[in-house]
């Protein structure tokens, strides 16, 4: 089983998150920000990830915390249930249409942490949301998963569509990274011959 259960405790948050990367896209999610719930119930559904996220954040101070922090152990729940990666596909890549937004994501889980990101949001804010937050939390789980991710905005003028369409795309994307290659089962897709 590709699964994955953590705990994360700071001064700033506290959080519960269990993965299944072989899952049927079901989600709980209650980080108390509600654009973010509703862009983590897509990336489940959208990836076929089974997951739950409970987190317990220092709202009152703003977003960025909570955003951060479920990055991270969204990325790391990620590199856990992977392991050693034999077998994956390694690569994915997606265009998604989200109305008048196209976004393209591509990943390769190669074991180091990079984020090109180039979305282009209209908005400083979605809702109470903080578009910025988008890029942070991108940020923080490709650095705990050890993925590479680009994410880029080919058309859109719609904040909302925008991230949207790159919570989609990356899932899309992730489902075809984190797929199990039947011509190589036992093989670590690397000459290195490790991720």
Sequence with gaps: MRTAELTRNTLETQITLSLNLDGRGESTVDTGCGFLNHM???????????????????????????????????????????????GIC???????????ALILSAVDISGRGM?????????????????ELGEEFWLAFTRCAGMTLHLRQLDGTNSHHILEGAFKSVARSLRAAVAVDPAARDEIPSTKGVL
């Design 115 to 131: 984020l090109r990101y180039h979305l282009d949001l209209p908005t400083e804010k979605v809702g109470t949301f903080d578009t």
């Design 40 to 86: 983590l119930t897509l990336f489940a559904r959208h990836g076929r990830f089974d997951l739950k996220v409970v987190c317990h954040g220092d709202r009152d101070v703003d977003d960025h915390h909570t955003v951060e922090d479920v990055g991270i152990c969204l990325g790391t729940a990620f590199k856990e249930a992977l392991g050693d990666c034999r």
């Design 90 to 100: 390694r690569y994915g890549s997606t265009t998604l249409p989200m109305d008048e």
